[in-house]
T-cell receptor, first 114, second 112 residues
Framework: EAQVTQNPRYLITVTGKKLTVTCSQN?????MSWYRQDPGLGLRQIYY???????DKGDVPEGYKVSRKEKRNFPLILESPSPNQTSLYFC?????????????FGPGTRLTVT | GQQLNQSPQSMFIQEGEDVSMNCTSS?????WLWYKQDPGEGPVLLIA?????ELTSNGRLTAQFGITRKDSFLNISASIPSDVGIYFC????????????FGQGTRLTINP
């Protein structure tokens, strides 16, 4: 089954404790992206990657890092989480060829930073 | 970063009614996408639009890509309880999947 998976689904942590949220896709997609969803703000892009070793900032990159060492994986790293990073996070992937740029989303990771 | 202006923000309707929502922008988009999000889930793609003026249907859902390329609308006919959720529009400017810009979402509630 074609899918985007994220782990963990739920995470409660404390300020300053480094954490990583993993994202993996099995569709051989070139493009992957991370979003955060906050009430009334819709989804805002954090970082995206056009292919292996190619990453770029989205609209709200501060406080986050990413890496793309393999095509299928795109982890999101919070080096020193703060309470304002409490949010619902989504990973997405899509093909970057032809005309089909529909993005497919993972199930989400709800992060609480105390 | 820019967001799309999506309206209405919420809708409370009776089962069986038709629903209409739209997105507008001051910028031109080359692709419009409509997603639905159920509670506790990620957004699921409903309809993709690639040409100005394009009208596309998916079952009871119909979406149009505005002629000016600055707007899009989504209609749901004869709503049923499983239509409840949050609907998002999203736009892509250039060729490629680089940056998808989302609307704020329309929360749909249906009274049986």
């Amino acid at each position: 089954e074609a899918q985007v998976t994220q782990n963990p689904r739920y995470l409660i942590t404390v300020t300053g404790k480094k954490l990583t949220v993993t994202c993996s896709q099995n569709m051989n997609h070139e493009y992957m992206s991370w979003y955060r969803q906050d009430p009334g703000l819709g989804l805002r892009q954090i970082y995206y990657s056009m292919n292996v070793e190619v990453t770029d900032k989205g609209d709200v990159p501060e406080g986050y890092k990413v890496s793309r060492k393999e095509k299928r994986n795109f982890p999101l790293i919070l080096e020193s989480p703060s309470p304002n990073q409490t949010s619902l996070y989504f990973c997405a992937s899509s093909s970057n060829r032809g005309l089909s740029y529909e993005q497919y989303f993972g199930p989400g990771t709800r992060l609480t930073v105390t | 970063g820019q967001q799309l202006n999506q309206s209405p923000q919420s809708m409370f309707i009776q089962e069986g009614e038709d629903v209409s929502m739209n997105c507008t922008s001051s910028s031109i988009f080359n692709t419009w996408l409509w997603y639905k999000q159920d509670p506790g889930e990620g957004p699921v793609l409903l309809i993709a639009l690639y040409k100005a003026g394009e009208l596309t249907s998916n079952g009871r859902l119909t979406a149009q890509f505005g002629i000016t390329r600055k707007d899009s609308f989504l209609n749901i006919s004869a709503s049923i309880p499983s239509d409840v959720g949050i609907y998002f529009c999203a736009g892509l400017r250039g060729q490629g999947a680089q940056k998808l810009v989302f609307g704020q979402g329309t929360r749909l509630t249906i009274n049986p």
